[in-house]
């Protein structure tokens, strides 16, 4: 289908304000599987205030957990990227001020080491052979050590989103809580409760800085109340984004909000006080009706390569549309929008449930993947695959020998071309395999390398049985079917870098709802013990193993692992695609972070 064909079935089909909000839009049902990659109107490239990218300024992060069997202290260290290739360290041990040099040689191989004799109450050092790098230090009560950080929330609440960014600027992460755990999703009934949600921020430490009641105008659902946490003005100190409301709300006989002023606005990291704030993406009658305009995300886009824009989105299911926005002095200045009623129908009905940004055409400049379409960085579509909502989409390294990187997404709607469960080209949204047959409602999706038999992140999904399938597919990187023992395929959520290898572990409940342990799939169980429902795994603090920070009532956990490292390597929160990952994990479904290179067996 000719470029000028689907101009005239977009001018054709487009969208009016008669159309009734419930009825069902044809093109809803109809999909194109032919690539677009259009020819727009060049648009000027943005340009943002940074000379240079805004990079969060990272300490050693050292960590201290009991060392395997119960005996010691296992401590763990950053290599930062400014860190050179032979870099080297040594670890002391401070008691009562009298301090003693633990390491006979210096660590080059990995980044951790065990005391293995300790003493109470000591302040443990790591320091660079040589200086000139980060140092770091951690305390340790030896009657007190557990193998979790524990953050005390104040309102009692349980987390259900989390956001972690440098809010001090002290080179630790520390944590935005969005309290209660509850949902109202867009189909649901309304909210009648009286429940708001609250955003609350902690150092790293514990401390308590600042809540935040989004109030009665935001429905405590994940679709009303996106937040993103960055340092967006590149003064060394994190600012949380979100979506908030006006005083002028209106709700419906449901209980659901149909009405009113909605806002983007920038919070003070410490303080809470609010910076600056810009209308919302307005409600549209072509996004259908209440249900599907009450799908809103946010996103961080490096749109020059160097500056932070905070993306404000509305829509899913039918039309999308992206405000890109770059803070500067207290205020925000709009870059562009994307309007996806302009190529329309090619992308209606193209989101995910989440978005990822990274530079997938090699041009320095990051793209936005909103699902089954990419957005290039000036606001204009890269591609389209005409799949229709997808309900995961991963841009990842998918094999070590392939250019580029790929998007291996997963389609909801019932797809007889083979293609409901894909990998494509991220530069092009061209195919390079689906999985050859009918898929009816694939509702999940995820890569990782599990499975050392086979080269490449191995790709699994699952379909949701309200398409009339419950079918599970297991695939290697290539697209050839894995036959599974008992025809079982891994969940899809959530996954973690624990031990000493490359491949990557999951989660199995230990004994019950809330405890967890840590396992190798079909293999040895690493971990027992955790607690909590998992917020998010993300290389936090310690070498570039993941942690795991989990929610209980009035809590939060990280969890570190104690199995020695075999091998060291950069941060992960320092590659730009796994930092987006964990940057987008604070709003819509979660999915594990995953780097812009190939880690794997």
């Known amino acids: 289908m000719s470029h000028a064909s689907f101009r005239l079935l977009a001018m054709a089909a487009a969208c009016t304000a008669a159309m009734a909000a419930m009825a069902q839009d044809p093109r809803e049902s109809y999909y194109y599987y032919e690539i677009l990659q259009p020819k727009h109107e060049p648009k000027p490239q943005v340009e943002g205030f940074a000379a240079e990218r805004v990079k969060e300024r990272l300490g050693r992060g050292l960590a201290a957990v009991p060392a395997e069997g119960g005996r010691g202290v296992y401590l763990s260290w950053r290599l930062l990227e400014s860190d050179g290739p032979g870099a080297a360290f040594h670890v002391w041990r401070e008691v009562g001020g009298k301090a003693k040099r633990l390491t006979r040689k210096p660590v080059t191989r990995t980044c951790d080491f065990t005391d293995a004799d300790p003493v109470a109450n000591a302040v443990y050092r790591v320091k660079p052979v040589g200086g000139g790098g980060a140092e770091g230090s951690v305390a340790v009560a030896l009657d007190s050590l557990k193998p979790y950080t524990s953050i005390r929330l104040k309102d009692g609440g349980h987390a259900g989103k989390l956001a972690m960014a440098d809010l001090d600027g002290d080179g630790t992460y520390d944590f935005i809580v969005r309290t209660p755990a509850s949902n109202v999703d867009p189909g649901m009934p309304g909210d009648r409760s009286g429940t708001t949600y609250k955003i609350s921020a902690y150092l790293s430490d514990g401390t308590w800085l ?24 590149g003064d060394g100190r994190a600012e949380v984004a979100l979506k908030t409301s006006g005083d002028d ?22 303080t809470g006080r609010e910076v600056c704030s810009v209308p919302w993406p307005e409600r549209n009658d072509c996004y259908g009706n209440l249900v599907r305009q009450n799908r809103n995300q946010m996103g961080v886009a490096f ?9 404000a989105a509305r829509g899913t299911y039918k039309l999308m549309v992206v405000d890109a926005w770059m803070l500067r002095g207290g205020k925000l200045t709009r870059a562009w929008r994307w309007d996806g009623d302009e190529e329309n129908p090619v992308v209606r009905s193209m989101g995910a449930h989440s978005m990822v940004t990274g530079d997938v055409d090699a041009d320095g400049r990051d793209e936005v993947l909103l699902g089954s379409c990419m957005l290039d960085d000036d606001g204009t579509l890269l591609w389209s695959t005409g799949l229709g909502h997808s309900d995961k989409a991963y841009l990842c390294k998918l094999h070590p020998d392939s250019a580029g990187l790929q998007v291996f997404m997963v389609s909801e709607p ?7 469960v894909s990998v494509v080209d991220a530069r092009t949204g061209r195919l390079i395999w689906g999985i050859g047959h009918t898929t009816y409602h694939v509702g999940n999706g995820m890569v990782a390398d599990f499975d ?17 399938s419950t079918a599970k597919y297991l695939l290697t990187a290539d697209g050839g079917k894995i036959g599974a023992p008992g025809g079982k395929v891994p969940g899809c959520y959530p996954w973690v870098w624990w031990d000493a290898d490359l491949l990557r572990e999951t989660f199995a409940y230990d004994g019950g709802w809330g405890r967890l342990k840590v ?6 169980v690493l971990a027992e013990g955790i607690e909590g429902h998992v917020l998010a795994t993300a290389d936090l603090g310690g070498d570039w193993r993941e942690e795991i920070v989990t929610a209980l009532d009035g809590e939060l956990r990280v969890y570190r692992t104690n199995i020695p490292a075999a091998d060291r390597r950069t941060t992960l929160m320092q590659d730009p695609l796994y930092r987006s990952y964990v940057m987008h994990g604070s709003m819509g479904y979660p999915q594990s972070p995953v780097p812009s290179f190939y880690l794997g067996e």
């Open 303 to 311: 749109l020059d390569g160097k500056t932070p824009y905070i993306l």
């Open 210 to 233: 600042w809540a935040h009641d989004l109030g009665p105008g935001i429905e405590p659902g994940v679709w009303y109340s996106p937040f993103v946490a960055y340092d967006f003005d």
């Open 414 to 420: 019932k797809n007889d071309e083979g293609r409901g």
């Open 249 to 270: 709300y209106v709700k419906n006989a449901q209980g659901r909000v149909c009405g009113g002023s909605e806002f983007l606005t920038v919070l003070d990291g410490m």
């Open 519 to 524: 396992w190798k799939w079909q293999g040895d």
């Open 452 to 468: 050392p038999a086979h080269p490449g992140l191995e790709c699994f999904a699952s379909e949701d049985k309200k398409g009339g």
